[in-house]
């Protein structure tokens, strides 16, 4: 009896193909197109962001506790007090109060350096969701979309313009978004790569491949860059921990996909023992390392300027530690108890408080800055007064559309289409447990993390909506009319609220019918 040798892996060079272009599609569309389209949106935002920055020259909002945390980092290294002569005891980490430190630094202690740092990140956030978008629809013109979508958002244009936490912790989040992406992409590519050598090996030898035989993807750079960012996500504030998991599972699932579609054997199994202990061990210790390392200013300022650096000095416990070890990280433990403590049991009044069960639904924006110039001081020449307001407010048609859309990318999940799961699950875990949180304060512009993947979501729908490349002129046209029209409802939008997110001097009756509903008017509203 004769044996008959082992079937190859892959058989031929079509089959070959076929996994390549499984693994790896190809990029739609010119590649200097795909940058430029971008970079325009992007310098776009940046004009509307960079725009008279240093208005107004007073600090609005919560920049009178960042914007002095960050001078306080910038000359002692730690937070002072309000008096500037002890620790200033803060709640969030370090990260954030020091990219602001950047633009002081630059620009001095003035509304332009506050705000400076803001601006940069905002913009720069711009480009990666259109580059993101790009790459997850494989169309430019759909990265594109995104990433104009995302410019002409309200609450990301004030964030923006305001050296606030939430613009560093949504920046951090999509970078760290999209070197998952990236990572997802490389993998694949790796793949496509070593069945590509195996048929050429195959060739050489007149032989098959083994189906025994399984790759190693190497070191994952995009994945460490994942954990990297998330851990500076962790490190301007703690909303960032809720992905490290999430990315985490994802990125396992998507290795173990790709381990699928290359036609490789048990690819749950192969996955399991060779890709995910590495995974696990990178999703702890990069962005552990990273936390850590923002701490570094507290860590080497002893004395009376660091808020419980000396706590664990003379206190018993830890004793086979070395003191020098011991004391700051049993210091920095109890700080961060203390800093827990306050999160849980932060519950007091504000009148432009929200619940997060409405912030999807836009209605309570939060009021920044207001003035009320008469006649004929500051360009205000209506009989009966102007007004000078801030609201850190969206867009209504990008947050209104976010849980049809979020429901959308549920149908893609079962579907198998892997962006629903990008993008629906992130957008999961930073918006329920806050859903859970009845009596913590808390402010509509927590919600902020939430928007590139509500854009780069609404690009993915829009891509449906247009409808694929071979269909009929009819249904392209009708595509492509109701998406423009969205967009272009989106665009009108803005600059009809523009007004009233610059400070801009209106007559009053203009921010009266800017007001759509009472709760965005009403200064005890809740």
């Known amino acids: 009896m004769t044996l008959s040798p082992p079937a190859p892996l892959v058989a031929s060079r079509t089959q070959a193909r076929v996994i390549r272009d499984r693994l790896a599609p190809a990029f739609a569309g010119n590649p200097v197109v795909g940058w430029v389209g971008p970079l325009l949106i992007t310098a776009f935002a940046g004009y509307l962001r960079f725009h008279n920055l240093s208005y107004p020259s007073s600090k609005i909002f919560d920049e009178v506790y960042y914007a002095h945390d960050a001078h306080s980092l910038l000359t002692h290294g730690v937070e002072l007090n309000n008096t500037d002569n002890g620790p200033g005891y803060v709640v969030h980490p370090p990260l954030g109060k020091w990219m602001i430190a950047f633009g002081e630094w630059i620009f ?56 606030m936490l939430d613009i560093f912790l949504m920046f951090w989040i999509v970078a760290a978004f999209a070197c998952l992406i990236l990572d997802r992409d490389q993998v694949r590519a790796r793949l496509a790569a070593w069945s590509a050598a195996r048929i050429r090996a195959a060739d050489t030898t007149g032989g098959g491949a083994s189906s025994a035989e399984q790759p190693h993807i190497g070191v994952r750079w995009w994945f460490i860059a994942t954990m990297f960012c998330l851990g500076a996500a962790c490190a301007t504030k703690w909303d960032g921990v809720y992905l490290l998991p999430a990315f985490g599972v994802l990125a396992s699932v998507w290795t173990m996909g790709a381990r699928r579609a290359a036609g490789l054997p048990r690819p749950a199994l192969t996955t399991a023992v060779r890709d995910v202990p590495g995974l696990f ?20 300022n002893t004395g009376k300027y660091a808020w419980d650096r000396d706590w664990a000095n003379n206190r018993p416990g830890w004793a086979w530690v070395p003191a020098w070890i011991r004391n700051p990280i049993r210091g920095l433990w109890h700080y961060h108890a ?118 780069i979501a609404l ?68």
């Open 281 to 300: 061990a990178t999703t702890i210790l990069v962005p552990l390392a990273t936390y850590l390392i923002s701490w570094t200013g507290w860590f080497v």
């Open 338 to 455: 203390e800093a827990l403590n306050f999160h849980l049991h932060l519950d007091s009044y504000h009148s432009y408080r929200s619940n997060a069960w409405t912030w999807l639904f836009e209605t309570r924006p939060v009021l920044y800055y207001a003035e009320y110039p008469k006649a004929p001081n500051q360009g205000c020449h209506a009989a009966a007064g102007c007004a000078q307001m801030i609201y850190d407010m969206g867009t209504p048609a990008i947050w209104w559309a976010s849980i049809p859309v979020m429901l959308f990318m549920a149908y893609l999940v079962l579907r198998r289409d892997w962006r629903g799961s990008a993008l629906l699950v992130p957008f999961v875990c930073l918006y329920v447990p806050w859903l859970f949180t009845f009596h913590r304060t808390m402010f509509y512009f927590y919600a902020l993390p939430l928007l590139p993947f509500i854009c």
């Open 459 to 526: 690009a993915v729908a829009i891509g449906y909506v247009l409808g694929p490349a071979d269909a009929t002129p009819a249904r392209r046209l009708v595509g492509a009319t109701v998406a423009g029209s969205y967009v272009l409802i989106v665009v009108l939008l803005f600059f009809y609220f523009l007004p009233i997110l610059t400070g801009k001097t209106i007559p009053f009756v203009e921010w009266q019918h800017k007001m759509w509903f009472n709760s965005w008017s009403e200064s005890n509203g809740s």
């Open 108 to 163: 001095g202690d003035n509304s332009l350096g506050w705000r400076f740092s803001a601006a940069v990140v905002g913009t720069l956030a711009v480009l990666i969701v259109a580059r993101t978008a790009r790459r997850m629809t494989r169309s430019t013109l759909l990265g594109c979309v995104a990433g104009l979508l995302f410019s002409l958002d309200g609450l990301e244009f004030v964030q923006s313009r305001t050296s």
